[in-house]
């Protein structure tokens, strides 16, 4: 008989990154679900517009993302029936689809944390060290935004996240995954396509990509023409809102350059940057071994934070990257490897 152990024992560890994962983010996002001032976000009421089949008035920029809000709508169907029996004046009122957004966003997230923990074990991490990554990346405050609030950015984190992963893994499914639901996820998805071409070739051939990416695409253009159908919609109306984006570019850099920007860039990851900070000596180790599929991801995130103008938000999407030299640096670093630091006694107890 085949042994299973060796599955049984990855699923049970994935399993327990999963909820490491959810029991990072529940606490914070909650707090952020149940107090956010929704005066403050046009995108949240955007999303809970599209969620209850509401497409007029919503803007162009955010209109075709529809797959977030839809499972949003499904979940909460039942939430709402819950709702009536515990909580009458609350279950026609938005509260059962904030729920619902709060409950797919995490399971979202969790699910990239797990991509994540496995891509750094793929890049030669330690358990400890790469569950660690995972702690350090959904501590983020826009981890506790996105999970907390009415919005489709985890999902296009989950994108990102498997894009990385796909090709170190040699998944096709992933790359797959990557292609069917990235055009679906956000528009500026196709800053991603060429990094695919050129990285996601040990999981996927060009040929296969390109088709994978002509089924993705299709799917979202019948999606746009049929929203547009029923608000009656020009096409072009996306189109040169697109263009729109490239007037972002000088207020970026003015930004990026400013302290303000700069204390923005910060508080994506926090104090955690200065692992990366305290690591440098053996950058030799952990740069070489992020190479440069890492550093062409991270030129795609920086078209993103440039073109939008939401240098901390867009900024998150570089989590698989930061997740991964973080673990590097932990399973690197002498000090930590050995248990104790340089300075310390060779009898001194390990860690």
Known sequence: MPDFSP??????????????ALGVLAGPAYTMYVHYDFSHSLDTRSYLSMARGQFEGVSVTRRYRVLVPAVAAAVA???????????PQRATSDWPLRLAFYLVNMALLAAVGVIIFETCRLYGATPGAAALAVVAVLCSRWAVYIAGLPLVDSLYMLVFALA???????????????LLLGPMAKESFVFLVPWLLVFGRPALSWPKQLAGLAVGGAIALAVRYWIDARIGAPPAES?????????NLVYSLKRLLSVKGAGELFSVFGFFWLALLAGWRERQLWLASLGWPAAGLVAVVLAHMFLSGDLGRMGYLGAPVFGVAFALVLTHKPWLRNGAPPSANAGSATI
């Open 7 to 20: 599955l049984l024992l990855r699923w049970r560890r994935l399993i327990l990154v999963y909820l490491l």
């Open 77 to 87: 169907w039942p939430l709402e029936q819950a709702y009536a029996r515990v909580w």
């Open 164 to 178: 990385f992963y796909a090709p170190r893994a040699r998944s096709a499914g992933a790359l797959v995954a990557v």
């Open 239 to 247: 189109v040169s809102n697109a263009l729109d984006h490239v007037h």
